[in-house]
């Protein structure tokens, strides 16, 4: 259902100018669709859209917006679109129209909270308005309009897309001037504007042929892309890596400096959640706590192994990162692992020896800097798992679950360490089993779980002897599997080197780097194979159900447990989880951990 | 800015965008602010009903649609800058997520009441405002209308 006094609007909207464009009295002219199930906003919002000189058609159905613009698709400039829609899931239309007509989207919720805008934006949303929303936010649309052209304009690399920017840019310089509807503005460059729009018109035919559609679907960012983009990163240097460099440095076609962006602030927010993890490790109670340190700053250190495997984050971002990592040694490593120092030594240069295959292409150098943490952290990390989960089913795992295992539980361990006192208790439990260990090491385990007692208080000694003189002793190939497998599951939330990663990759079914969905698939995938004891019934069955969640979901929740510490009212999930059962919390949690790196 | 407008500002009645609104009259839509606040009325009442029609069974309570209502008054009245019946209803959005049936209902009690203070206050402002535009318009005759 329409508003039919600007449907049909004497301002001219009906005679959409089809030709000229945006560029007619830029940015005024503007043609605007706003869809918004509540009239009183639509209302508001025409009027403010009108006082900035746009044009405005309104729709209080998203149905009928839809069907308005499949009608009528080069007659609007852009869409915005409440969020909550009685007809329609404001993010499904945002996605259509982004698939079918290209148009930027902006949304609009009284709801702002923040996993609600990060899936707006993740479904390719342009920007996201909180209402009340006021005059001058609509003042700046046109920008997305613009941008969005610019970009466009730019993956083509066409000399002639250049001439488009440079008119699109006069063109709009002129129009900045022209504050209302006038022809003196249109009158300024006619000719131009005629090509462009032409050229316009080209290049819409051109996108819709492109193959990968990338600008149209959202990218993907596959463990290929993503080492590209940290090789970039890397190259430019972490702290001044800027979209647009990145985005020449990978040379992508499709690639838009937008997904640069938003993969740019993704990984930025990883990496401090790294050392903010390593800085919140402390010292703490022994058992519980001493796993999720040992296994945070293992997890920390994967990382860091992982950008130091890469082989091009620079010394001083590496060192900066691991000293923060390594935040307090002692509580790190000394008191959770007490027992561990004086056994570390003697392997010490073993685990050099593993950290350098783990990383495969490591530089002497760089493995020099980090062996030592990463080495007791494997071994804390390793020695909490075993004490708490013997035996299972280790054997089944063929290399692939283990890295997940592996993956898996490097996640838990980051995430359990920044969830509140309940979730930890839980998580006590839960990860070591889902940790496990990853690849043959069964039979290797096993001998050394026979001679530990599963009492976690002793395992420190006992069972670290025994894993030191295993690391030590023969079973290098598989230690080295287990070392890769925690590289390629790290290398794949990085960005990996070498065939592994891709095996992996496939293992995990997803190619993205996608932090809750390949997850998602991850945790699912080994914990079926794990046989824990009382652990089994309840995991399966909770991943079960969340199996039927979308990927979108993990988000919800993952966004949910970033926010935990920031205010009460998103956490519903969570709150019912936690209710429902501590493993399908941790569950959560660990998956959330990925995603929290990244959305926090 | 008439004393009552005042009033309202400072205890939280209204907020800074309902002065948006007053600004978003103008020649063309000379009405505008009474316009938007009359729908305003009519759709919040009828998603107050929606409301209290959910919480009046005694033994399921749909929260999805709770949740739809309560997030339509909630912007409504956001775009308008009726503050506090905003944050009524987010601290009702609150309670249902947490299907907390008791704080719910306490919710609902407040936002109705916090509703009919907030349509009492505006019409009254809205007479105010008819009474000064006729005083005007009778002290002033034959000068420009200000609208």
Known sequence: ????????????????????????????????????????????????????????????????????????????????????????????????????????????????????????????????????????????????????????NKEHEHSGSVDDKDRHKRGGDDNDYASSVNEGGEGALPSHRKKRNNKEDDDGELETDEPGGSKKARVVWSVELHQQFVNAVNQLGIDKAVPKRILELMNVPGLTRENVASHLQKFRLYLKRLSGVAQGVGPSSFCGSM????????????????????????PQTLVALHAELLGQPT????????????????????????????????????????????????????????????????????????????????????????????????????????????????????????????????????????????????????????????????????????????????????????????????DQGPLRNLGFVGKKSSIPSRFAGYEAESPTHNLNYADNNGERRIKQEPNIDFLENSKAGGTAVTHRVSQNDLMSVYSE | MNRLLSLLFHQGVLDEQFLQLQQLQDQTSPNFVSEVVTIYFHESEKQLRNLRNILLDR??????????????????????????????????????????????????????????????????????EQQRVLGDAVRYPGAVHHQ
Request: aromatic share 6%.
């Open chain 1, 1 to 152: 259902m329409t508003t039919g006094s600007s449907f049909g609007s004497g301002s001219g909207s009906l005679g959409c100018k089809q030709e000229t464009g945006v560029m007619d009295q830029f940015p005024a002219g503007l043609r605007v669709l706003v869809v918004d199930d509540d009239v009183i906003c639509l209302k508001i919002l025409e009027q403010m859209l009108r006082r900035c000189s746009y044009h405005v058609t309104t729709c209080s159905q998203a149905s009928a917006a839809l069907n308005l613009l499949r009608e009528r698709k080069r007659c609007f400039d852009v869409v915005l679109s409440d969020v909550h829609m009685p007809d329609m899931d404001g993010f499904k239309l945002l996605e259509l129209v982004g698939l079918e007509m290209d148009l930027p989207v902006i949304m609009m919720s009284a709801d702002g909270r923040t996993n609600l805008v990060l899936r707006g934006i993740r479904h390719g949303a342009c920007d996201y308005l909180i209402k009340p929303i006021r005059e001058e936010q609509l003042k700046n649309i046109w920008q997305h309009v613009v941008r969005k052209k610019w970009n466009e």
């Open chain 1, 291 to 314: 796993e999720q340190n040992s296994k945070l700053a293992s997890y920390g250190r994967f990382e860091i192994q992982a950008l130091a495997a890469s082989g091009q984050i620079p």
């Open chain 1, 331 to 522: 509580a790190n490593v000394g008191l959770p692992v007490i027992d561990h120092q004086p056994l570390m030594q003697p392997s010490k240069c073993m685990q050099v020896d593993h950290v350098m295959s783990y990383g495969q292409t490591l530089p002497s150098n760089i493995t020099k800097q980090v062996p030592q943490s990463v080495i007791e952290d494997v071994h804390s990390g390793l020695g909490a798992w075993h004490s708490n989960n013997m035996v299972g089913g280790y054997g089944q795992f063929g290399g692939q679950n283990g890295h997940n295992m592996l993956f898996g539980m490097l996640q838990s361990q980051s995430q359990s360490q920044s969830q509140s006192q309940q979730v930890q208790k839980q998580s006590i439990t839960v990860q070591p089993s889902r940790l496990v260990v990853p690849a043959q090491s069964s039979a290797n385990f096993q001998a050394v779980n026979n001679g530990v007692p599963v009492n976690p208080s002793h395992q420190t000694t006992s069972f670290n002897r025994s894993s030191v003189i295993n690391y030590g002793v023969g079973q290098r190939s598989e230690t080295e599997m287990k070392m890769t497998g925690c590289a390629v599951d790290v290398e794949n939330r990085i960005g990996g080197q070498g065939s592994v990663a891709n095996h992996s990759i496939k293992e995990m079914g997803e190619k993205q780097i996608s932090f809750g969905e390949s997850v998602h698939v991850l």
């Open chain 2, 59 to 128: 033994e399921m309570w749909d929260y999805v649609k709770l949740g739809i209502h309560l997030n339509q008054l909630m912007g409504s009245s956001s775009s308008i800058g009726a503050k506090r019946v905003r944050n009524i209803c987010a601290a009702f959005r609150t309670a249902v997520e947490q299907n907390n049936r008791s704080a719910c209902m306490r919710a609902l009690e407040v936002l109705e009441h916090e509703y009919c203070y907030l349509k009492n206050k505006l019409h009254e402002l809205f007479q105010i």
